[in-house]
């Protein structure tokens, strides 16, 4: 078994059950009992049964398709990275599935099971022994929320702590001293390198981010502005700078502390990160940390198919941002 192809009928034999109940197990057929599904779907992770989802491509080398697999296709980031994903797979002749999913399971089925030549992951649900079932069954698989390298695994990420720091510097160039930060999510890779190296910025200095000042904005601008509303109502002493995860919850932030009667940038300077569109629009404009979700979007599809075809090895891609100067950061002045 261990240089052959693993089937459903090995499955099956090893499970004690009939290839139809083994079948139900794995396409989610509500049947069986929960316990017998669950030992189905144990012994078929055991065996790396991958299932044959499209029997048609089994004659071609490849089906022309590429999945990008997702948590979320709300807000701005995910909307320009997938459009260009999906010119960029026009460009190659690729056509492309979009997968939102939190079932790690049915994302696997999907990827393994020949329905695609290779695979964009920006999806949290997709943990370390999916990622070793990747290496072992030679998936060309690009990651864009964590950083790791294989034969045919490649990692296309921002530079995101090195951006922190950078954030954390310029505001110290201007003359803060005090610091708050607008948290996006706690289980984001961005967000926790973003934070980290911010942190990393202001020990530098001398500073440490008191923890209560790290306020939360799960990246959207009505939760910033709430979290930050609730925390003006505590009435602590005002941070000199503001730092958020993404433009959107530093837009609410700003809201917040105008709404509030606090100036912006002359009682609090506050920085974003992505510089999307409406950033340079709203009042003041906002500071930001420019990433490029287009550029993301794009090498990721290049090294997909790179991989793809042999013609490269796994790599990490990183991309750096640099710092655009608006009208809501300012020298401190008093």
């Given at each position: 078994m261990a240089t052959q192809k693993v089937t459903i009928k090995d499955v099956a034999r090893e499970a004690g059950v009939s290839i139809s109940t083994v079948s139900n197990a794995l396409n989610g057929v509500d049947v069986l009992r929960s316990e017998t599904k669950q030992h189905i779907l144990d012994v078929a992770e055991r065996l790396n049964y991958v299932p044959n989802l499209n029997g048609r491509n089994l004659k071609s080398q490849h089906t022309k398709v590429i999945g990008l697999f997702?948590?979320?296709?709300?807000?701005?980031?995910?909307?320009?990275?997938a459009d260009a994903v999906y010119q960029e797979c026009k460009n190659y002749g690729y056509e492309l599935n979009i997968f939102v999913s939190e079932c790690a399971h049915n994302m696997m089925a999907n990827i393994l099971g020949r329905r695609m030549d290779g695979a964009i992951i920006l999806n949290k649900d997709i943990k370390e022994k999916e990622t070793i079932l990747f290496q072992k069954t030679q998936t060309p698989t690009i990651f864009l929320d964590r950083e790791l390298q294989g034969e045919r695994m490649s990692s296309v990420v921002f530079d995101s702590y090195h951006e922190g720091e950078m954030v954390a510097q310029y505001l110290l160039s201007l003359g803060h001293h005090t610091f708050a930060y607008v948290n996006g999510a706690n289980d984001n890779y961005d967000n926790m390198k973003r934070l980290q190296g911010f942190q990393t910025g202001l020990m530098q200095a001398g500073i440490c981010l008191d923890k209560s000042y790290i306020i939360e904005g799960r990246f959207e601008k009505e939760d910033?502005?709430?979290?930050?509303?609730?925390?003006?109502?505590?009435?602590?002493?005002?941070?000199?700078?503001?730092f958020a995860a993404n433009d959107l919850s530093a837009i609410g932030a700003v809201k917040a502390l105008t709404d509030?009667?606090?100036?912006?940038?002359?009682?609090?300077?506050?920085?974003?990160?992505?510089?999307?569109?409406?950033?340079?629009?709203?009042?003041?404009?906002?500071?930001?940390?420019?990433?490029?979700?287009?550029?993301?979007g794009t090498l990721a599809v290049k090294h997909l198919i790179a991989l793809i075809l042999g013609e490269e090895k796994g790599c990490i891609d990183v991309l750096h941002g640099r710092i655009i100067p608006r009208e809501s950061t300012c020298t401190r002045r008093f």
């Open positions: 997702l948590t979320s296709i709300r807000g701005t980031y995910y909307n320009i990275l910033a502005y709430n979290s930050m509303k609730q925390f003006l109502q505590l009435g602590r002493p005002l941070p000199e700078a503001v509030s009667g606090i100036r912006v940038p002359e009682q609090v300077s506050v920085i974003g990160c992505d510089d999307i569109e409406i950033s340079s629009l709203v009042k003041p404009s906002l500071t930001t940390m420019r990433t490029s979700f287009e550029k993301q």
